[in-house]
């Protein structure tokens, strides 16, 4: 059983069947006694039935069927996996709703290559090869709802969103996904944003023959495990604080290949960009 898998299980009946006490239901939401909790008069834990996700009032924690199953049993992601193989359960059923997706507050103009001066001159100052900035970015012209038109270098993720950056402003335009870049290499190479990977390969002076995952935000690190299990060797690259501390150990618990953590390499630095900034 994978997490794409897992997170099918419906998590109403799942946890009905490991015997937890129901305390009250609704059209949206069905509420139990904390499993988290020995003795509980009024039930706290709530499993939105639409999202097929809960929230714990009473520990403050939520998430999906694979966060409650590690949570109670006090184990990693691949225990989680194991224990839910272990039985069937039913599959969560998605009502059928009309998605509207929400007006956008920015505007993109046009896309073209990477050539404003003032662009070029922001990455010279972080010491980021042009000529790859060139090949790998783009030049966004956009505008918000106040209608002023903004421009920045662009990054392109999965779905086709762009993170943005300029002197003065960092954000994403679209939704927010990881970047992977392949070369049929069984090692790959695991970045927090574009800038750092771009860093690694201007101190490499070449582009490597390897894979990458630049990550976008540390947040979407969960969204790599099912992509790397399979690689022979991974190399993280992560900024010395304590999200980057908080990814580096997830992967580390969470998966069976072989992992490097690159930061001893840059450990007096905040990120692989401050280095590269400090190089003579």
């Known amino acids: 059983m994978n997490c794409k898998t897992a997170k099918l299980i419906d998590l109403v009946s799942y946890l009905k069947k490991q015997g937890f006490r129901i305390g009250k239901t609704n059209t949206k939401e069905v509420w139990f006694y904390s499993p988290f909790r020995n003795i509980e008069r009024t039930p706290s834990f709530k499993i939105n039935i639409s999202k097929n996700v ?24 691949k225990e989680a996996l194991v224990i839910l193989s272990k039985d069937t359960f039913p599959i969560h059923q998605q009502k059928k709703q009309i998605n509207r997706e929400p007006t956008p507050t920015y505007s993109i103009k046009k896309v073209t290559e990477l050539t404003n001066q003032k662009l070029l001159d922001y990455l010279s100052s972080r010491k980021i090869n042009l000529q790859f900035a060139k090949r790998f970015c783009f030049q966004v012209h956009y505008s918000f709802s106040n209608g002023k038109e903004n421009y920045g270098i662009g990054f392109m993720n999965d779905v ?19 970047t992977t870049i392949n070369n049929n290499s069984d090692v790959v190479s695991i970045f927090e944003s574009w800038t750092d990977w771009l860093s690694y390969l201007s101190l490499k002076k ?29 190399k993280l690259f992560f900024d010395n604080d304590e999200a980057g501390n908080k990814a580096t150990d997830f ?16 450990k007096n630095f905040n990120d692989l960009n401050d280095y590269l900034l400090n190089q003579k």
């Open 54 to 77: 809960f929230f714990c009032h009473s520990s403050g924690i939520g998430g999906t069927v694979i966060d409650f199953v590690m949570k109670y049993n006090n184990c990693s992601i």
């Open 160 to 178: 086709g969103g762009l993170e943005i950056r300029n002197k003065i402003f960092k954000g994403c335009l679209g939704k927010k996904e990881i």
């Open 206 to 234: 070449k582009i490597t023959r390897e894979n990458f995952i630049i990550l976008n935000s540390t947040s979407m690190v969960r969204k790599v495990i099912d992509l790397i299990g399979s690689y022979a060797l991974i």
């Open 251 to 266: 992967l580390i618990e969470n998966t069976e290949s072989k992992i490097i953590d690159n930061r001893i390499y840059y």
